[in-house]
């Protein structure tokens, strides 16, 4: 007779905390990384060109960078959040051969979608001569090569590789663009640029096949993982696109300059956003240092020892050391930051005077600041979400910061330069705010949340 | 969710509750409850068949036409997603009692409680609400606190679940409607039967082959998993309590429940009584009825007269429970005693080939090649005129078919004490008038044992002719598959006239 035979059987215990470990290990890199890198390959650009380009040609110039960044991150966005979790499971399943295939796979998804918009844009919208026009493009394929690249890497945890290349590769951009400007104005500019992300990009990708030498098989091995995965896609996709709505938003108000056909941005809002994002730097190495360090250690004590056969007290006692560790993190993020937020904005026309800005962009900035502070405790919280793989928030979440942030920057435009960026601050509040609560609301039920609700080996 | 599959919707006679057997799994008690159906052709049957989970099965029996419907219940399925926030918390408070009680080898008036809260709730209460909760969660972790505080608690949570699971899933399901219920084991059939006997207030009946409780206990013992790696060296007081303990107390308190509920139970032999006893089946409900046998069938197999070598019959599969080994080593014994013994062994050889190889090579060490015959699978009736007495070497057995049917062909026996070998070969100490030996019992793994009883019977023919008689009458009288079945027409007579009981009236609550 058939006994309990059958429950012994079915009662295997399901891993895929490894292969969360990978996925959101580097998560804060991953989603930080490039909005940083934006700001500062700006910044390095426009140093780099005065006195070589006239205003109206730099402006020209940064307007298609940022153009490129912007809508590579978006259209990358939901990509690299699956193939995140899709590289961790196939590393996990020790299927490494598979990486290069992925890699081909996704690539060739990635620009499969970005090449119809971009030559769209570039031919029907932008009128450039054709260098510049086929220049641009380039970029902005690159551009979102190097963001897909990128989570290979942190998969490897290859950070000198990934730090090299983007070194190597500003430089590159740096002298090719100092050298060619002048001779060729600005498709020079231009064509120096797309050649230092170009010189990125091959660093990593050569970093990446140098790390898995394998041929490659089952390029489109990722697409099953996107209806596993949906809620990461769109995750990502929100994300991205909630980082970039207000100054799409800013751009199209009616303060924004039309550099070029078909080419509007908002150089006063970008510019003291890109300024006010440099200030999380230390937040974000203190993110990382307490993450790699501290709460890592806890979190994987957590599940470890309850697939280690742990009493009920012990969970608990883990527990609530994950608590104290997480609250002592976001504790000293929330004053260093604090700290940090409170000098930027005492110091902001200083800064901004510094920058040869116009005294209305002080605000801006003010805002731009507490906009950051709060964006990077959404980002970390956000991460802390993902850890513990509750998803559906997490979704939730990325869809408020984006809807928050279109809605409000759209509502404070009538009310006029003193109001601008406040839209910014008020959404990252917002969605930090409900975020904090839903994680701390799901973390302090972790043994229910890991044994049952989230437990996909029940479902 | 529970797949209900009713044939029909009329009341049966009688609703047979039977875990993971008959219809979808062939085996011995699948066979038997054909027969009996079969053999009880002026009653109707519903079957309720309890299967580990909803994956679809095929029957391997044509039913009956006395089958008039079927119902089957998944006792494990997967859960339906948890909403995060999840209301209807307060019935975990209310069946936190009676489930710990009943865990801890309860019995029916904490399943009795279990029925009412889940009456209380009302229709809407499903699996989800009674596993998936944050209240159920935090009572999971204080019957873990109760039961085992020291061991792991991942195998708790998952033991519990598939503990709760099938228990959930039976409560649940829509019972057919029958005038008796028929649980064939306790465990989760038993739970059926009991809640079947509580809300209709229809008598219920319990016929355990082997003893769950017992076979749980042994599967469970085998189960690495459920194995604490705590360091036992600290304890000072021997075992501790662990997860072994919480299983074998939750089928306990199933097992209390059935027996409790049920108004007789019956099983093959004495042997099992005991068992039944220990886990608190009351003296009074308790019956042997025995397998019975085609004994007009068997009987009329001549003997063969004609002269011939003394032959010995091992009649089973070359399997490592029937302990081949010790009949050939018996078999070189037994050429010693009785020259020119024609030593057989009746049965297929491809189940473990493995272990036919080990015995093969036995016989051909000890030099039996001309004694000892492989027959393979036969055909008993033409075989057992030529065969003078049977062996039975088994480790383990419940009620062994082969010594009856050869003793309705008057052959004597030699067999292990197991399972109801001693109350066949010397009757049960009730037996009036005493029969006498049909053969003789030996201890398990004593080859010695084995050739000296079986040369007693070959070299005396008038100890043969008489054990041989004794056996032939036991048989006739008592495992006659004509007077099983006139025990079971009778239970069934009995119980179908009585009247309907006050539903939830139950002694002692």
């Given at each position: 007779?058939a006994g309990i035979?059958?429950a012994?059987?079915?009662l295997v215990e399901?891993d895929?905390?490894?292969?969360?470990?990978?996925?959101?290990?580097h998560?804060a890199?991953?989603?930080?990384?490039p909005?940083?890198?934006t700001v500062?390959?700006?910044a390095?650009?426009?140093?780099?060109?005065?006195g070589?380009?006239?205003r109206?040609?730099l402006?020209r110039?940064?307007a298609?960078l940022?153009?490129?960044?912007?809508?590579s991150?978006?259209?990358?966005?939901?990509?690299?959040?699956v193939?995140?979790?899709?590289l961790?499971?196939?590393?996990?399943?020790?299927?490494?051969?598979?990486?290069?295939?992925?890699l081909?796979g996704?690539?060739?998804?990635?620009w499969?979608?970005?090449?119809p918009?971009?030559?769209?844009?570039?031919?029907?919208?932008?009128?450039?001569?054709a260098a510049?026009s086929?220049?641009?493009?380039?970029?902005?394929?690159?551009?979102?090569?190097?963001?897909?690249?990128?989570?290979?890497?942190?998969?490897?945890?290859n950070?000198?590789s990934i730090?090299l290349?983007?070194?190597?590769?500003?430089l590159v951009a740096?002298?090719?663009?100092?050298?060619l400007?002048?001779?060729?104005?600005?498709?020079?500019?231009?064509?120096?640029l797309?050649?230092g992300?170009?010189?990125i990009?091959y660093c990593l990708?050569?970093?990446?096949l140098?790390e898995?030498p394998?041929?490659i098989?089952n390029?489109?091995g990722?697409?099953?993982s996107?209806?596993k995965?949906w809620?990461?896609?769109?995750v990502?996709l929100?994300?991205n696109?909630?980082?970039?709505v207000?100054?799409?938003?800013?751009?199209?108000s009616?303060?924004g300059q039309?550099?070029?056909p078909?080419l509007?941005?908002?150089?006063?809002y970008?510019?003291s956003?890109?300024?006010?994002?440099l200030?999380?730097v230390?937040a974000?190495?203190?993110f990382?240092v307490?993450?790699?360090t501290?709460?890592?250690e806890?979190?994987?004590?957590?599940?470890?020892?309850?697939?280690?056969?742990?009493?009920?007290?012990?969970?608990?006692?883990?527990h609530?050391?994950?608590?104290?560790?997480?609250g002592?993190?976001?504790?000293?993020?929330?004053?260093?930051?604090?700290i940090?937020?409170?000098?930027?904005i005492?110091v902001a026309?200083?800064l901004?005077?510094?920058?040869?800005g116009?005294?209305e962009?002080?605000?801006?900035?003010?805002?731009?600041?507490l906009g950051a502070?709060?964006?990077?405790?959404?980002?970390?919280?956000?991460i802390?979400i993902?850890?513990f793989?509750?998803r559906?928030?997490?979704?939730?979440?990325?869809?408020?910061?984006?809807?928050?942030n279109?809605i409000?920057?759209?509502?404070?435009?009538?009310?006029?330069?003193?109001w601008?960026g406040?839209?910014?601050?008020?959404a990252s509040?917002?969605?930090?705010a409900?975020?904090?609560?839903a994680?701390i609301?799901?973390?302090t039920?972790?043994?229910?949340?890991?044994?049952?609700?989230?437990n996909?080996?029940?479902? | 969710?529970?797949e209900?599959r009713?044939?029909?919707?009329?009341?049966?006679?009688v609703?047979?509750?039977v875990?993971g057997?008959?219809p979808f799994v062939?085996?011995?008690v699948s066979?038997w409850?054909?027969?009996?159906i079969?053999?009880?052709?002026?009653?109707?049957?519903?079957?309720?068949?309890?299967?580990?989970?909803?994956?679809?099965?095929?029957?391997r029996?044509?039913l009956p036409?006395?089958?008039?419907?079927m119902t089957?219940i998944?006792?494990?399925q997967?859960?339906?997603?948890?909403?995060?926030?999840?209301?209807?918390q307060?019935?975990?408070?209310?069946?936190?009692?009676?489930?710990?009680r009943?865990?801890?080898?309860?019995?029916?008036?904490?399943?009795?409680?279990l029925?009412d809260?889940?009456?209380?709730?009302?229709?809407?209460v499903?699996?989800?609400?009674?596993?998936?909760t944050?209240?159920v969660?935090?009572?999971?972790?204080?019957m873990?606190e109760?039961?085992?505080?020291?061991s792991?608690?991942?195998?708790y949570?998952?033991?519990w679940?598939?503990?709760?699971?099938?228990l959930?899933?039976v409560l649940?399901a829509?019972?057919?409607r029958?005038?008796?219920?028929?649980?064939?084991?306790?465990?989760y059939?038993?739970i059926?039967?009991a809640?079947?006997?509580?809300?209709?207030?229809?008598?219920?009946?319990?016929t355990e082959?082997g003893?769950?409780?017992?076979?749980?206990?042994?599967?469970?013992?085998?189960?690495?998993?459920?194995s604490?790696?705590?360091?036992?060296?600290l304890?000072?007081?021997g075992?501790?309590?662990?997860?072994r303990?919480v299983?074998?107390?939750?089928?306990?308190?199933y097992a209390?429940?059935?027996?409790?509920?049920?108004?007789r139970?019956?099983t093959?032999?004495?042997?099992?009584?005991?068992?039944?006893?220990?886990?608190?089946a009351?003296?009074?409900?308790?019956?042997i009825i025995p397998?019975?046998?085609?004994?007009?069938g068997?009987?009329k197999v001549?003997?063969?007269?004609s002269?011939?070598?003394?032959?010995?019959?091992?009649?089973g599969?070359?399997?490592?429970?029937?302990d081949?080994?010790?009949?050939?080593?018996?078999a070189?014994?037994?050429r010693?005693?009785?020259?020119?013994?024609?030593?057989?062994?009746l049965?297929?050889?491809?189940?473990?080939?493995?272990y036919?190889?080990e015995?093969r090579?036995?016989v051909a060490?000890?030099g039996?090649?001309?004694?000892?015959?492989?027959s393979?699978?036969?055909?008993?009736?033409?075989?057992?005129g030529?065969v003078d007495v049977i062996?039975?070497?088994?480790?383990?057995?419940?009620q062994?078919?082969?010594?009856?049917?050869a003793g309705?062909?008057?052959?004597?026996?030699?067999?292990?004490?197991v399972?109801?070998c001693?109350e066949?070969?010397?009757g049960r100490?009730?037996?009036a008038?005493?029969?006498g030996?049909?053969?003789?019992?030996t201890?398990?793994?004593?080859?010695l044992a084995?050739?000296k009883?079986?040369?007693?019977l070959?070299?005396?023919e008038?100890?043969?002719?008489?054990?041989?008689?004794?056996?032939?009458?036991?048989?006739?009288?008592?495992?006659?598959k004509?007077?099983?079945?006139?025990?079971?027409?009778?239970?069934?007579?009995?119980?179908?006239e009585?009247p309907?009981?006050a539903?939830?009236?139950?002694?002692?609550?």
């Amino acid at each position: 007779m058939a006994g309990i035979g059958f429950a012994l059987r079915t009662l295997v215990e399901r891993d895929d905390l490894s292969a969360r470990l990978q996925g959101y290990g580097h998560a804060a890199i991953v989603a930080a990384g490039p909005w940083l890198f934006t700001v500062v390959a700006l910044a390095a650009f426009e140093a780099a060109t005065k006195g070589i380009l006239d205003r109206e040609a730099l402006s020209r110039v940064t307007a298609i960078l940022i153009y490129n960044f912007s809508f590579s991150l978006v259209f990358s966005g939901p990509i690299v959040m699956v193939l995140t979790r899709h590289l961790a499971d196939l590393l996990y399943a020790r299927q490494a051969e598979e990486v290069p295939g992925v890699l081909i796979g996704a690539l060739v998804l990635l620009w499969g979608i970005q090449a119809p918009f971009g030559i769209a844009f570039v031919t029907l919208v932008l009128d450039l001569s054709a260098a510049e026009s086929l220049l641009a493009l380039l970029g902005f394929l690159v551009t979102g090569g190097i963001w897909l690249a990128c989570v290979f890497l942190s998969a490897l945890k290859n950070y000198r590789s990934i730090s090299l290349a983007f070194a190597l590769g500003m430089l590159v951009a740096f002298a090719a663009g100092t050298y060619l400007s002048p001779l060729y104005g600005e498709a020079g500019a231009l064509a120096g640029l797309t050649l230092g992300l170009a010189v990125i990009f091959y660093c990593l990708l050569g970093c990446i096949l140098a790390e898995y030498p394998y041929g490659i098989r089952n390029p489109f091995g990722l697409l099953p993982s996107f209806r596993k995965y949906w809620d990461l896609a769109c995750v990502g996709l929100f994300y991205n696109a909630a980082i970039w709505v207000d100054k799409w938003i800013m751009w199209l108000s009616p303060d924004g300059q039309s550099v070029a056909p078909g080419l509007i941005t908002n150089p006063s809002y970008d510019s003291s956003m890109f300024l006010a994002y440099l200030t999380i730097v230390p937040a974000l190495i203190l993110f990382l240092v307490s993450i790699e360090t501290r709460f890592f250690e806890q979190y994987v004590a957590f599940y470890r020892d309850i697939q280690n056969h742990a009493t009920l007290q012990k969970i608990r006692q883990n527990h609530k050391l994950i608590m104290s560790v997480l609250g002592e993190g976001v504790r000293n993020i929330a004053i260093v930051q604090g700290i940090i937020c409170y000098m930027a904005i005492l110091v902001a026309p200083g800064l901004i005077g510094l920058a040869k800005g116009g005294i209305e962009l002080v605000s801006m900035f003010r805002f731009g600041v507490l906009g950051a502070f709060f964006h990077t405790l959404l980002l970390f919280a956000m991460i802390v979400i993902a850890y513990f793989d509750l998803r559906r928030i997490l979704l939730c979440v990325t869809c408020l910061f984006f809807a928050s942030n279109a809605i409000l920057t759209l509502a404070f435009i009538p009310f006029g330069a003193p109001w601008t960026g406040y839209g910014y601050f008020l959404a990252s509040l917002l969605s930090f705010a409900v975020a904090c609560l839903a994680g701390i609301w799901c973390i302090t039920r972790l043994p229910y949340m890991t044994f049952i609700a989230n437990n996909r080996g029940l479902h | 969710m529970v797949e209900n599959r009713n044939t029909t919707e009329s009341e049966a006679d009688v609703c047979l509750i039977v875990e993971g057997a008959y219809p979808f799994v062939a085996g011995g008690v699948s066979s038997w409850m054909h027969d009996l159906i079969q053999a009880q052709s002026h009653v109707t049957f519903h079957l309720l068949v309890l299967s580990a989970d909803d994956s679809p099965k095929t029957s391997r029996f044509t039913l009956p036409s006395n089958v008039i419907g079927m119902t089957e219940i998944a006792l494990q399925q997967a859960s339906d997603r948890v909403p995060i926030v999840s209301g209807r918390q307060n019935i975990a408070k209310d069946i936190e009692e009676p489930m710990t009680r009943l865990f801890e080898r309860g019995g029916l008036t904490d399943f009795r409680q279990l029925l009412d809260v889940l009456e209380k709730h009302g229709p809407n209460v499903s699996r989800s609400s009674l596993l998936n909760t944050e209240a159920v969660f935090a009572m999971v972790e204080r019957m873990y606190e109760r039961s085992t505080p020291g061991s792991s608690f991942i195998n708790y949570f998952w033991s519990w679940r598939a503990l709760a699971g099938g228990l959930f899933s039976v409560l649940l399901a829509k019972l057919p409607r029958a005038r008796i219920y028929h649980a064939i084991s306790t465990g989760y059939a038993g739970i059926a039967m009991a809640r079947a006997v509580l809300t209709t207030g229809r008598p219920g009946l319990l016929t355990e082959h082997g003893i769950y409780t017992n076979e749980r206990r042994v599967e469970i013992a085998m189960a690495d998993w459920l194995s604490d790696q705590m360091p036992s060296s600290l304890d000072i007081e021997g075992r501790r309590r662990d997860l072994r303990d919480v299983w074998i107390d939750a089928f306990t308190g199933y097992a209390r429940t059935c027996y409790e509920a049920c108004s007789r139970i019956t099983t093959l032999y004495t042997g099992n009584q005991v068992l039944q006893s220990r886990d608190g089946a009351p003296a009074e409900k308790l019956q042997i009825i025995p397998n019975g046998v085609n004994y007009d069938g068997f009987s009329k197999v001549p003997r063969d007269p004609s002269p011939r070598r003394p032959t010995v019959a091992l009649i089973g599969r070359v399997v490592p429970i029937k302990d081949v080994k010790t009949f050939i080593r018996a078999a070189a014994l037994l050429r010693d005693m009785v020259p020119d013994v024609r030593v057989l062994l009746l049965g297929p050889t491809d189940e473990d080939p493995e272990y036919f190889h080990e015995c093969r090579q036995m016989v051909a060490h000890l030099g039996l090649e001309n004694t000892f015959e492989f027959s393979g699978r036969v055909r008993l009736q033409d075989y057992l005129g030529n065969v003078d007495v049977i062996a039975l070497t088994s480790i383990s057995e419940a009620q062994p078919l082969v010594l009856l049917e050869a003793g309705a062909a008057s052959v004597p026996s030699v067999a292990t004490d197991v399972g109801s070998c001693r109350e066949i070969l010397h009757g049960r100490t009730d037996e009036a008038p005493a029969l006498g030996p049909g053969g003789f019992v030996t201890p398990l793994s004593n080859p010695l044992a084995t050739a000296k009883g079986l040369a007693d019977l070959l070299l005396d023919e008038n100890l043969r002719k008489q054990y041989g008689e004794a056996i032939r009458a036991r048989t006739e009288k008592y495992y006659n598959k004509r007077v099983v079945d006139g025990l079971y027409r009778d239970l069934y007579h009995d119980h179908l006239e009585m009247p309907e009981r006050a539903s939830l009236a139950v002694e002692g609550v």
